[in-house]
């Protein structure tokens, strides 16, 4: 079964900086030409887009995210990273990767991310 596992996260001051990382526990078809994303969902809240990145290169982010969070990828190794900087508390969520559009089958357990001092 294919799955996606995060790691990476932890706990940082706000203003620090940590960076995910999320490889593909199986063979994904056509995962070097599949938009892959990064979605967070807190606490009482929806799971949302973070960052997503095509199979070309093009990237899109949310405008909460945009100019501190930069998401890239390793095809070779079916891996995504989202290097995230200047982190302040509201970014306090479970950071997940998936295709985008997601694929239910995919999501994995998530990697927890807590900025607090």
């Known amino acids: 079964q294919v799955q996606f596992v995060e790691s990476g996260g932890g706990l940082v001051q706000p203003g620090g900086s940590l960076r995910l990382s999320c490889v593909a526990s199986?063979?994904?078809?056509?995962?070097?030409?599949?938009?892959m994303a990064w979605y967070r969902q807190a606490p009482g809240k929806q799971r949302d887009l973070v960052a997503a990145?095509?199979?070309?290169?093009?990237?899109d982010y949310s405008e909460s995210v945009k100019g501190r969070f930069t998401i890239s990828r390793d095809n070779a190794r079916n891996t995504v990273y989202l290097q995230m900087n200047s982190l302040k508390p509201e970014d306090t969520a479970v950071y997940y990767c998936n295709q985008r559009p997601h694929n239910a089958r995919y999501w994995g357990q998530g990697t927890q991310v807590t900025v607090s001092s």
């Open positions: 199986g063979s994904i078809p056509f995962f070097r030409i599949s938009t």
């Open positions: 990145m095509t199979g070309g290169g093009s990237t």
